[in-house]
Every structure is written in C-alpha cells, then in structure tokens.
C-alpha cells in the first residue's frame, strides 16, 4: 500500500467521451503529479500542484484538464481524447522540499480511447 | 536524445546473477531517483540519492557526480526481481526520466 490511490484502474472511452481520473493520497503530502507513460517511452510530467496551486504545465493539449481541490485530491478531466492519448496515466504526490523530492506514486489508470 | 539515459534496455538473468543497470545524465540535478516498476504499472521508489552510495538489503545504488553517472545493483537476483528499473533525476518540480530497463530473471 503505496498510500496514493487511483481510480479507475481501466478506463475505455470513445473520443467524444467525458470522463475523469482520481487520485488521492493520504500520505500527508503538498505537493501531486499527473504522469503519462506510453509503450517504450520515458515517463512525461503532466501537470504539478503544490499547496493546491498548479505550478507546472508541460505543453499538455487542453483536452486534458486538472483540477486539485485540495491538497490530497487530483483530478484530470478528459474530454474529446484522441486514440494517442491511450496511456498509462500515474499520480504520484511527494513532501515539498526544494529540490529534492521523493515522489510516491499511485497504481495508475489504464485509459484506452477508442 | 534523452536528458537521462539508461543501459542495458533489456537484461535477462539467471536467479542468483550479480545485476548492474547503469544511467547516465546530461542535465544538472538535486537528486537521483531509482524507481521500479512491476507488471500492471504500480512503481515504487528504490533510492533517492544525491552523493555515494546507498544500500537497502540486496539492493545498493550509486552516483557519481562529476561523472553524471548512476548505477543500480541487485545482488543474488531473484525471479520476485523481475521489472522494469527507471533512472530519474530532479531539480525541484522537473523530473527527467529515463526509458527504463528491462530486468527479468530466470529461476
């Protein structure tokens, strides 16, 4: 138990879907990711939150949309994906120390879009 | 090419082998991080280091810093070993991350 959990597991959807990931951490963190990991590709940061502010956005189409509630909760909001956004999406959440974080990471969502 | 590089892509090995995967960067980092990553995606942190050495039962990694040069070694391999290994180094919030390596072990 790795502490941040991640729902769905699965996710199939056609591209005029809307749908959202969840992740959650009870690990007492500030600070959560989303990651993209494709077949034989290094993983890709997504999105960064700290203290519920989103401080990074790696050049992610707008198709993808995060909301962070609170400091616990992520969210990514997906809507008219595209058959390449099938991935391997993972949360991960970490303590906010500059420039040196451990980063503990969810089981990921398993998204096929059709 | 990729900030952080790794080799070999793929190992195979038999149960008890000596295990070295090694990872190279080209960008300034805080940390260097060892992550594994098991069959249905769950990945879990193995070190975090940023100096020398560290050692956690048959697993020990390494860095260099003036070399930008990591290596992960598993001592008397197990099947239960079997996964994908992944190099990352971080400055604050950017991650670099390297394509992994492939370890399976043969009982």
């Known amino acids: 138990e790795t502490g941040v959990t991640q729902t769905p597991r699965h996710l199939v959807m056609g591209m005029t879907n809307k749908k959202s990931l969840k992740c959650e951490q009870h690990l007492g963190h500030n600070a959560m990711y989303w990651y993209k990991q494709s077949a034989k590709k290094p993983l890709e940061l997504m999105f960064v939150y700290n203290f519920k502010e989103q401080t990074e956005n790696n050049s992610v189409p707008s198709r993808f949309s995060p909301e962070c509630p609170n400091s616990s909760h992520l969210f990514l909001h997906l809507h008219t994906l595209q058959p390449e956004d099938s991935a391997l999406y993972l949360c991960?959440?970490?303590?906010?120390?500059?420039?040196?974080?451990?980063?503990?990471f969810g089981p990921g969502t398993r998204l096929t879009v059709l | 090419k990729n900030e952080v590089e790794q080799s070999p892509q793929n190992l195979t090995a038999q149960e008890g082998e000596f295990i070295t995967i090694n990872c190279s960067y080209s960008?300034?980092?805080?940390?260097l991080h060892w992550l594994q990553q098991h069959p249905g995606g769950g990945i879990v942190s193995l070190f975090m280091l940023s100096s020398g050495k560290k050692k956690h039962g048959r697993l020990i990694a390494t860095i260099n810093i003036q070399e930008k040069h990591s290596s992960l070694h598993i001592t008397a391999s197990h099947p239960r070993d079997s996964a994908v290994y992944i190099c990352a180094g971080n400055t604050g919030n950017q991650f670099y991350f390297g394509t992994g390596t492939s370890l399976t072990v043969i009982p």
């Open positions: 960008v300034g980092i805080s940390a």
């Open positions: 991960a959440s970490s303590p906010w120390v500059a420039g040196y974080n451990e980063q503990f």
